[in-house]
């Protein structure tokens, strides 16, 4: 909250000097910055956080109309809610990692050069602003070299692309929104309900998505990773998968040959 500070003054004194003609950052620019912020989509095609990366344009906008010097005493609060902000921050980074921590135990029971796939049901941990969780399943990468579908080389525009494709249940997106959506039957029954299109056995239909899922996923990963898995999406593992290593939100899972 900390953070909305220095945006009141930097606001303030912005409209103050709204009509100020600088470099580059003309009031008609302003004002184009803003409705492309206000106006482009915030995904389209793949992609996300679209209009959110205008923001440092309209920053630096607002910024180069500051005047030089600011009074004593809001310098004072300006230095406080730094200092306050940058304090809180060290305190969640220092919470945060050990939730990554908790999720990276596993990573002596993942063999060298693993098909692993990682499915986080819990993308927040301890958080309550972040998806702190949604990707630290990082290190069995760095460490273990393991091989996991969670790349964003899906789109013509990336840099690296895949070259051979996975099937697009498998893809990035796809995996983060079925931990979203399949992350127990409740969840998802409480979906189709709000969603008014549900019929027939619910529970059934969930059992028979995870099937379907399952019988995608076992011939290419001979390792899983689940980090707040539902007791019911856990009595849906097949057989073929034995747990190698469990601890609080933490299972791994090996295929056994």
Same mark, same amino acid.
């Given at each position: 909250?900390?953070?909305?500070?220095?945006? !009141?003054?930097?606001?303030?004194?912005?409209?103050?000097?709204?009509?100020?003609?600088?470099?580059?950052?003309?009031?008609?620019?302003?004002?184009?910055?803003?409705?492309?912020? %206000?106006?482009?989509?915030?995904?389209?095609?793949?992609?996300?956080?679209?209009? *959110?990366?205008?923001?440092?344009?309209?920053? /630096?906008?607002?910024?180069?109309? !500051?005047?030089?010097?600011?009074?004593?005493?809001?310098?004072?609060?300006?230095?406080?809610?730094?200092?306050?902000?940058?304090? /809180?921050?060290?305190?969640?980074?220092?919470?945060?990692?050990?939730?990554?921590?908790?999720?990276?135990?596993?990573?002596?029971?993942?063999?060298?050069?693993?098909?692993?796939?990682?499915?986080?049901?819990?993308?927040?941990?301890?958080?309550?602003?972040?998806?702190?969780?949604?990707?630290? =399943?990082?290190?069995?990468?760095?460490?273990?070299?393991?091989?996991?579908?969670?790349?964003?080389?899906?789109?013509?525009?990336? %840099?690296?692309?895949?070259?051979?494709?996975? &099937?697009?249940?498998?893809?990035?997106?796809? #995996?983060?929104? =079925?931990?979203?959506?399949?992350?127990? *039957?409740?969840?998802?029954?409480?979906? #189709?309900?709000?969603?008014?299109?549900?019929?027939?056995?619910?529970?059934?239909?969930?059992?028979?998505?995870?099937?379907?899922?399952?019988?995608? !996923?076992?011939?290419?990963?001979?390792?899983?990773?689940?980090?707040?898995?539902?007791?019911?999406?856990?009595?849906?593992?097949?057989?073929?998968?034995?747990?190698?290593?469990?601890? *609080?939100?933490?299972?791994?899972?090996?295929?056994? &040959?």
């Amino acid at each position: 909250m900390l953070s909305i500070v220095p945006c !009141v003054v930097l606001a303030f004194y912005a409209l103050r000097a709204v009509r100020k003609q600088v470099p580059f950052f003309s009031p008609l620019a302003v004002a184009a910055l803003f409705l492309l912020y %206000a106006l482009l989509p915030s995904g389209y095609g793949g992609w996300f956080y679209i209009n *959110a990366r205008v923001i440092p344009f309209v920053w /630096a906008a607002l910024l180069v109309r !500051v005047p030089e010097s600011v009074p004593r005493a809001l310098r004072l609060v300006l230095a406080l809610a730094t200092f306050a902000h940058s304090g /809180a921050l060290g305190i969640d980074f220092v919470r945060l990692t050990r939730d990554r921590e908790e999720i990276a135990k596993g990573i002596p029971h993942v063999p060298e050069r693993a098909n692993l796939l990682p499915l986080v049901f819990n993308r927040k941990g301890s958080s309550i602003n972040t998806r702190n969780m949604v990707q630290a =399943w990082g290190p069995y990468v760095t460490e273990r070299d393991a091989s996991v579908p969670m790349l964003f080389a899906t789109l013509p525009s990336y %840099a690296v692309r895949y070259r051979e494709p996975p &099937p697009p249940q498998l893809t990035q997106v796809a #995996l983060e929104d =079925w931990t979203i959506d399949m992350k127990s *039957a409740d969840h998802f029954c409480g979906s #189709l309900r709000t969603e008014g299109v549900l019929s027939g056995d619910c529970a059934q239909t969930f059992r028979e998505r995870w099937a379907d899922f399952f019988a995608l !996923v076992g011939p290419r990963f001979d390792h899983l990773l689940f980090w707040g898995a539902s007791a019911d999406v856990r009595a849906l593992v097949p057989s073929a998968y034995r747990i190698v290593f469990e601890r *609080a939100e933490l299972v791994i899972y090996e295929r056994t &040959p």
